[in-house]
């Protein structure tokens, strides 16, 4: 890792990345984009580089872009792959990440505050500044999201057989892959290991980690990126009809009045999982990865520098849910 800069509020080299293969970028008019993030930036006082790469380039582009060291800010446009694998690169250096919201659901960017217009969002984040928020990781590997099996990965998989060629052809897929899903249940059995005080043998159609604890009233995403824990939520509907609520509960921000879900905070959770089936059984950040037998999750705090529209009220403020405890229970 290189020697951290003392001064990230000033000028900034920025470096902004355009996968024209990802997210709503595919339809997007990129000259008008690149005009737009070169003027919001200069404007600011900052120098600004900006590159368009193909899908299959970006993942690459970013690694190099970490790897500069004159290089203060990666700004990544695209779906929410394109933002995951930036802050994988990015996480545990001195470079920090920007994203423009340009995924299907844009939960990271909205745990952020980061404004979801790309207009809007340029704006903001050109006239931001750096804060280390956390990261979570499995076996390792950086997660920003969610990480999750059962029921999920059964639903990305058959997502994966649908045809859409839009957003919003996306969302209508998941939601057809989902119900397709939910028509049979799996049954998911795992040993857990919560902050090592506690280990319990669960059956479950679905389990997910979450990197902070999701707020109340919205889309599931962590309403503060400082919270430093894993929300934990544990799925005890067993039957079509249960589920069907629970998912709707959990989309419209309802779930915590919902029974048929358990949920609590830690800062470690280990997975062990005898199944047969091993690949693609298993969702990082909304990608397909293996579900290994022994798996650790825990949450890094502050793991990750980020560029924060300057509204955030994280830079300034601890969240409610910061100072509410610590639950272990999975019984």
Known sequence: MRDARPARMGVMKVLALLNRDGGTLKTTDLDWLRALIEDEFKMHGHEIEVSVCSGDAIVESIRKGVDRPDLDILLVGGGDGTVSAAAA???????????????TMNLFARTLQIPLGLEQAVAALAAGSVTAVDVGKVNGRVFVHQFAVGLHARMVRMRKKISYGSRFGKVLATWRAGWMAVRSLPSIKLEIDVDGERREEIRSPAVAFSNNFYGDGHLPFADDPKGGALGVYVCRAKKFGPMSKLILDIMRGTWRQNADLESFRAKRVRLIYEGR???NRAVQDGELVTLERDTVIEVVAKGLQILAPAEATYLTESNSTRSEPITVSVG
């Open 277 to 279: 089936h091993h690949k």
């Open 89 to 103: 690169a990015c996480a545990g250096t001195q470079t920090a990440l920007g994203i423009l919201p340009a995924g």
